[in-house]
């Protein structure tokens, strides 16, 4: 009698510690862990103390309302102690798992009470095999949500997406209860048939799922590719504009030589001095007249957006300390600075009274810092710390800037802020780790 | 009083930026010695042999010396002075960053952003004179401010870390942070034990960083967005235009 204590007491907490792992399992999905190791320790406890009293807690005596409510109240509880995020996200986390379980429970309890009575009585059995299942439907779960093309779909999809496997556990144990109360011997493989039938559409219904995400992550990048092209072409164009320009000032350098050998052969050195000053002044010797930092992607981009500023009389004034070499991808840079000075000037152009721009870049410790300043009109439509709505109105192609800027500063584990403190003042913060010291 | 050096071979250039530096500290009533040297390797020297430069001006290429490398000397001996790189061409060299310039101008030198330049070097250099002021075993102390690398908690000992000594003193770290963010010497917050001299640091990434003495502290996961935030901030008060 005693050994079989023993041994039910071990499986019993077998049985527990397979739970918590399902459960972490389950919301290190959808949640980050919290840091302190405190919070985690008392979620655990609470967790542990709830399974092994699980019969006291819950009582079939009274409505199966008051049992749901306590089994969520203290997932809920649970969950928001140990970890962080959103309260509604955690609650409606919470029902559905919850839900998972107890509808895999009742499934396996009607499919036993339907194929094997002696087994449906065994409460460890029974919350084994539960827990299998529990585990897979987890499983596939991980397997879809891990994906990291369907974590950029948005959250209402996925909230829809956990919505099947919880509509088909319920279809399948309403339909071993009918099978089970209905006296025909057909029912049994009939009831069989069907979960095969969900089991399928449920298979299938997560394949769509994941094409349907790799859809929408394929036209997202095409969107940034069409970004970057739209950047190369540019650069070509400036390119050809300073080629054109350095043939210019060939030109005119051959013209300045015949004068200077006029005035060195009529010996007006005084004159001479003063032509020479006024070349150096004027005389197109510096290439690019914005800046020169020889970074090619900076010059081209700065200078070409310098020429678009000016052409809508806004005032751009640079102040850029970079070395030519930086350790960051040409492309990223083009990415986050030509998405940053598209905006300024769009946002500058429709600003009232004098139009600014002030771009300020410096290379320091290795890191590349970006500040970007222009004035505005009207109000910033913000989402969340991160993304701000654009102001425009075709807003799927055009709330991608900050998205991709964001998508490439992380890349170098950088970081972007926004400061609207000053009223029509929007002012971009950049920096970009080039961490060289591994 | 301020103490500057330009080192130019080129003499028109030296003569134009002491003139203009000599009218702007006039009109501002700032105490200025200027001392020009033609080439680097006598102001290596006298650096070297102790005498001190509140703000450099170098050219890059001085004759047939490498500017760059004189500046990573003149930075072994002297790690607070600014160094202005005057420069022909703007295209700045990688290695040219290594010794943290205040500041790049292009020759000819625009009189505008040579001022512009030296007052926000003046405007540092005065922010300097602060001290960090605390009793301990019933004898106050002060320890200048820009000395400082880094306070470092430990329970509820607070030592405070120069280049050459460590204090000790019973304390929060919180009440010095507190206290500290009104002096114009910032300091940074990158761990719960740890607070950081901004002025001291050479190497700076998102998750570590390394202080001149070449200790290296990690920043501690929650205040990583604080510190990239603060980072950002203070390094764009550069002046543009102004």
New interface residues.
């Given amino acids: 009698m005693l050994e079989n204590r023993w041994l039910a007491l071990g499986l019993d907490s077998l049985l527990i510690i397979f739970t918590i792992y399902l459960f972490f399992e389950y919301f290190n999905l959808f949640f980050i862990c919290k840091k302190k190791r405190s919070y985690i320790a008392i979620g655990v406890t609470v967790f542990v103390i709830w399974q092994v009293e699980i019969l006291n807690f819950i009582s079939f005596s009274v409505a199966a309302i008051y049992n749901i409510g306590v089994t969520i109240g203290i997932t809920l509880f649970i969950v928001t102690i140990m970890f962080e995020g959103k309260f509604w996200k955690k609650c409606f986390f919470c029902i559905v798992f919850d839900a998972i379980w107890m509808l895999s429970e009742m499934l396996i309890h009607n499919l036993l009470l339907l194929y094997s009575a002696a087994l449906a009585h065994s409460q460890l059995f029974g919350s084994f095999v539960s827990k299998v299942l529990l585990m897979t439907v987890i499983l596939a779960l991980k397997k879809v949500f891990k994906n990291e093309k369907v974590i950029e779909l948005s959250d209402k999809n996925s909230f829809l997406l956990v919505l099947i496997p919880v509509g088909s556990i319920y279809i399948m144990s309403v339909v071993f209860m009918l099978a089970y109360n209905i006296s025909d011997k057909l029912a049994k493989i009939y009831s069989f048939i069907a979960v095969f039938v969900l089991l399928f559409i449920n298979v299938l219904i997560f394949y769509v799922y994941i094409e349907f995400a790799d859809i929408l992550y394929v036209k997202k990048m095409n969107l940034l590719y069409e970004r970057q092209l739209e950047l190369c072409e540019r650069h070509q164009e400036e390119t050809e504009v300073s080629m054109l320009r350095v043939r210019e000032v060939k030109h005119n350098m051959k013209n300045h030589f015949i004068s200077i050998i006029g005035y060195v052969e009529k010996r007006e050195y005084a004159e001479l001095k003063k032509f020479i000053n006024e070349i150096i002044d004027e005389g197109n010797l510096s290439l690019s007249t914005i800046v020169n930092s020889g970074h090619v992607v900076v010059d081209s981009l700065v200078e070409y957006w310098n020429r678009v500023a000016e052409s809508q009389e806004i005032e751009f004034e640079t102040n850029v300390c970079i070395p030519m070499e930086m350790p960051f991808k040409r492309a990223d840079i083009s990415l986050v600075l030509g998405n940053l000075l598209e905006n300024a000037v769009e946002g500058a152009s429709k600003a009232e009274g004098k139009k600014y721009i002030r771009l300020k870049m410096k290379y320091d410790k290795d890191n590349l810092l970006i500040a970007l300043e222009n004035n505005y009109k009207g109000k910033l439509k913000k989402l969340n710390e991160k993304r701000i709505l654009t102001t425009k109105e075709d807003d799927v192609n055009h709330g991608i800037g900050l998205v991709s800027v964001d998508r490439a500063i992380r890349k170098y584990k950088g970081m972007m802020f926004i400061d609207d403190s000053v009223p029509k003042r929007f002012l971009i913060r950049v920096v970009l780790y080039g961490n060289k010291y591994e | 009083m301020i103490n500057v050096a330009i080192c130019d071979d080129d003499l028109a250039i030296t003569g134009k930026i002491e003139s203009i530096i000599q009218n702007i500290a006039k009109k501002n009533f700032i105490q200025l010695e200027t001392e020009v040297f033609w080439n680097g390797k006598q102001l290596v020297e006298l650096i070297e042999n102790g005498e001190y430069f509140d703000i450099i001006f170098l050219d890059i290429e001085i004759g047939h010396e490498d500017g760059i490398s004189i500046a990573k000397r003149i930075r072994k001996t002297d790690k607070r002075v600014l160094i202005i790189y005057v420069t022909s061409?703007?295209?700045?060299?990688?290695d040219?960053?290594e010794v943290?310039?205040f500041?790049?101008l292009v020759k000819?030198v625009n009189e505008k952003r040579l001022e512009a330049c030296f007052r926000s070097a003046c405007e540092d250099i005065n922010n300097e004179e602060c001290y960090f002021r605390y009793n301990y075993q019933r004898i106050s102390h002060k320890i200048p401010l820009q000395d400082i690398l880094y306070f470092e908690s430990n329970k509820r000992k607070i030592r405070v870390i120069t280049a050459t000594e460590t204090f000790e003193l019973y304390g929060k770290l919180n009440d010095i942070e507190e206290s500290l963010k009104s002096s114009k010497i910032s300091f940074l917050r990158v761990h719960q034990s740890f607070l950081v001299n901004y002025r001291h640091?050479?190497?700076?990434?998102?998750?570590?960083l390394?202080l001149n003495n070449g200790k290296r502290i990690s920043i501690s996961?929650?205040r990583r967005?604080k510190i990239?935030?603060s980072?950002?901030?203070m390094?764009?008060i550069?002046?543009?235009?102004k």
């Fill in positions: 061409y703007e295209c700045y060299m990688n040219s960053f943290r310039p500041q790049f000819p640091i050479d190497g700076l990434s998102y998750d570590f390394i996961e929650e967005k990239s935030e980072y950002c901030a390094e764009d550069f002046y543009v235009g």
